[in-house]
């Protein structure tokens, strides 16, 4: 199938091109670089929902149309695209994903797809057997509830640290879940940061101890910071070492978003530091992914950071910095989501406010005051229904800020007295349709399944209730493939076949839009990018199916034949 996407002979093409020019069928216009034709052009603009052809000049679309249309704008130097009728999109917008994270996971244990806490013993005692004395083994990637099996002994369906131990007595070893939100350490890198049964839960966080009072090795939300202060004693590479390596990892990131049809990315909560590296990649020329990067930090370096960090188009429209990422609470796996009441499933439990009402108050204050977006994790009802406040909080005292398009990421359960507030107060769901899926088999058991329907990955509700939503990946959470998301929003079935409350599903339009043009306004960038009209970037994704009309199981096979971005090929299957 791939080879019928063929870079077209010129001669042949124009042949047809000066037939219509003798005939004074076209008019004359400026030729372009690069001309895509003969497919189908699924555009998300309203204007011209379809066409056929793409003309581009240097890296914006210069005309939409039909096969003879773009003909006129093809001349000797034009690269010719023949896309045998393959389907073309505007390449994807991924609204919330952890961009470093991607190369990040290429460097380590990936745990992802391991099927219990066993195989995640042997993995680490492989890298045990290889690695120094001392050295740090680091993963991510697993989750217990999605093991075939509980692990015994355990606590709350978690393991305990001696399995793993035993087999990595001389290295510390730290494995982050899944979700980002709680970690795993072995003993040895419990012992660095002198964690004993006497160490106290710090704010936001938990440590999760067996009947005896003893650490299991489980870390939730901030509690993982614990951990830090041991690593901290371990050898540091130089600094031209953790720049190249940081270079690696920004490089395994795009190329991974680049494959998988993405050209844009919300990358949700990184430091001054991060934006540094990535202007240096951008200056070389070596970062073809565009970024839109949101500030993470404390309220007392946001204050002195703001005034000084925005930054809108640098480098050719390739990175933005605009907007702020808090956490007002943690995620569902770890029991770390903040709800309205208890967990189905431990019911002494509602979760964790994993930063203060009143940090994220005055978070809010200074992006308001600072024309900065404010983008802020919530994912239980309670930390949902907070964050909304305090949204409503900042508007009500600055009622000359218009057009604000704050954002509430993942939104993922919500009580039914707040899910209008999105709509009448405009804040944007920026959500991850592929946790949707991924995640139901436990969201019953943690919310029961009459919460879990009245207000659980509602987003047909959000959007009758006049709220945009914006889809991401969340990646490294859930790997950075495009399908599996589209997939998920137009059929939520889980693994076994089964929907998860599926009235709630998207149309292919709407799953489109949510990932294309949603992205873009989320992001302020409506006008340049998220539809393939006259005069946006040429980003574009090239497909081997047409996830517009093939059965809903194709889906899952489409694979991502061009990433075009800026009217240069960055990737071709």
């Known amino acids: 199938m791939r080879h019928f996407l063929n870079h077209t002979s010129w001669f042949g093409f124009m042949a047809v091109g000066f037939t219509m020019v003798v005939a004074g069928c076209a008019p004359k216009v400026e030729l372009a670089d690069m001309v895509l034709h003969n497919g189908k052009v699924v555009t998300v603009d309203p204007a011209k929902p379809e066409a056929q052809a793409i003309a581009i000049r240097g890296d914006v679309i210069v005309a939409v149309g039909t096969n003879d249309e773009i003909h006129a704008y093809t001349g000797k130097n034009t690269e010719v695209i023949d896309l045998a009728g393959k389907l073309a999109i505007p390449a994807f917008i991924d609204s919330h994903l952890h961009f470093t994270?991607?190369?990040?996971?290429?460097?380590?244990?990936?745990?992802?797809?391991?099927?219990?806490?066993?195989?995640?013993?042997?993995?680490?005692?492989?890298?045990?057997?290889?690695?120094?004395?001392?050295?740090l083994i680091s993963g991510r990637g697993w989750h217990q509830e999605k093991w075939h099996r509980k692990p015994e002994p355990n606590v709350e369906g978690f393991p305990t640290h001696d399995s793993l131990s035993k087999v990595s007595p001389d290295?510390?070893?730290?494995?982050?879940?899944?979700?980002?939100?709680?970690?795993?350490?072995?003993?040895?890198?419990?012992?660095?940061?002198?964690?004993t049964r006497r160490t106290l839960n710090p704010p936001g966080g938990?440590?999760?101890?067996?009947?005896?009072?003893?650490?299991?090795?489980?870390?939730?939300?901030?509690?993982?910071?614990?951990?830090?202060?041991?690593?901290?004693?371990?050898?540091?590479?130089?600094?031209?070492?953790?720049?190249?390596?940081?270079?690696?990892?920004?490089?395994?990131?795009?190329?991974?978003?680049?494959?998988?049809?993405?050209?844009?990315?919300?990358?949700?909560?990184?430091?001054?530091?991060?934006?540094?590296?990535?202007?240096?990649?951008?200056?070389a020329g070596k970062l073809g992914v565009r970024i839109y990067a949101m500030l993470q930090g404390s309220n007392e370096n946001l204050a002195t950071d703001l005034p000084g960090r925005k930054i809108i188009d640098y480098g050719n429209r390739h990175l933005t910095v605009r907007s702020i990422?808090?956490?007002?609470?943690?995620?569902?796996?770890?029991?770390?989501?903040?709800?309205?009441?208890?967990?189905?499933?431990?019911?002494?439990?509602?979760?964790?406010?994993?930063?203060?009402?009143?940090?994220?108050?005055?978070?809010?204050?200074?992006?308001?005051?600072?024309?900065?977006?404010?983008?802020?994790?919530?994912?239980?009802?309670?930390?949902?229904?907070?964050?909304?406040?305090?949204?409503?909080?900042?508007?009500?005292?600055?009622?000359?800020?218009?057009?604000?398009?704050?954002?509430?990421?993942h939104a993922q359960h919500i009580s039914a007295a707040d899910i209008p507030r999105f709509g009448q107060l405009g804040v944007i769901a920026s959500i991850q349709a592929?946790?949707?899926?991924?995640?139901?088999?436990?969201?019953l058991q943690r919310l029961g399944p009459e919460r879990a329907e009245d207000g659980a990955y509602v987003w047909q509700k959000l959007m009758k209730a006049g709220a945009v939503i914006a889809n991401g990946t969340d990646a490294p959470v859930e790997y950075v493939d495009t399908m599996p998301g589209f997939y998920a929003f137009v059929t939520r079935k889980m693994k076994n076949g089964q929907g998860f409350f599926p009235d709630q599903k998207m149309s292919r339009a709407e799953a489109l839009k949510a990932y294309t043009y949603n992205g873009a306004y989320a992001a302020f960038e409506e006008s340049i990018k998220g539809s393939l009209t006259v005069g946006n970037l040429a980003d574009i994704a090239v497909l081997s199916n047409d996830i517009m009309t093939v059965p809903e199981e194709d889906i899952l096979t489409t694979e991502v034949l061009f990433t075009i971005v800026g009217g240069q090929v960055l990737f071709k299957r």
Request: hydrophobic fraction near 40%.
């Open 101 to 135: 994270g991607i190369g990040q996971n290429k460097l380590q244990l990936d745990l992802m797809n391991v099927r219990n806490w066993d195989e995640v013993v042997v993995l680490v005692a492989d890298a045990a057997k290889k690695a120094k004395p001392g050295e």
């Open 171 to 195: 290295n510390p070893v730290v494995l982050r879940h899944a979700s980002g939100h709680a970690t795993f350490a072995n003993k040895k890198a419990m012992d660095l940061a002198g964690i």
């Open 206 to 283: 938990e440590i999760l101890k067996d009947k005896q009072g003893n650490p299991i090795g489980v870390f939730r939300e901030s509690a993982s910071g614990l951990l830090s202060s041991g690593l901290a004693s371990l050898p540091k590479p130089t600094a031209e070492e953790q720049e190249a390596k940081q270079r690696q990892i920004i490089e395994l990131s795009a190329q991974d978003c680049l494959r998988n049809g993405i050209a844009s990315v919300h990358d949700a909560g990184v430091g001054p530091d991060t934006i540094d590296a990535y202007k240096k990649m951008i200056d």
């Open 325 to 409: 990422k808090r956490l007002m609470d943690g995620a569902l796996g770890p029991r770390g989501a903040w709800l309205l009441e208890p967990y189905a499933d431990l019911p002494n439990s509602t979760g964790l406010n994993t930063d203060s009402v009143e940090n994220i108050t005055e978070t809010a204050r200074l992006a308001i005051e600072n024309g900065f977006q404010l983008n802020v994790h919530a994912i239980g009802d309670r930390a949902n229904s907070e964050t909304l406040s305090v949204f409503e909080g900042a508007f009500k005292a600055h009622p000359d800020k218009k057009d604000l398009r704050w954002r509430i990421e």
């Open 434 to 443: 592929i946790h949707c899926t991924s995640d139901a088999p436990y969201v």
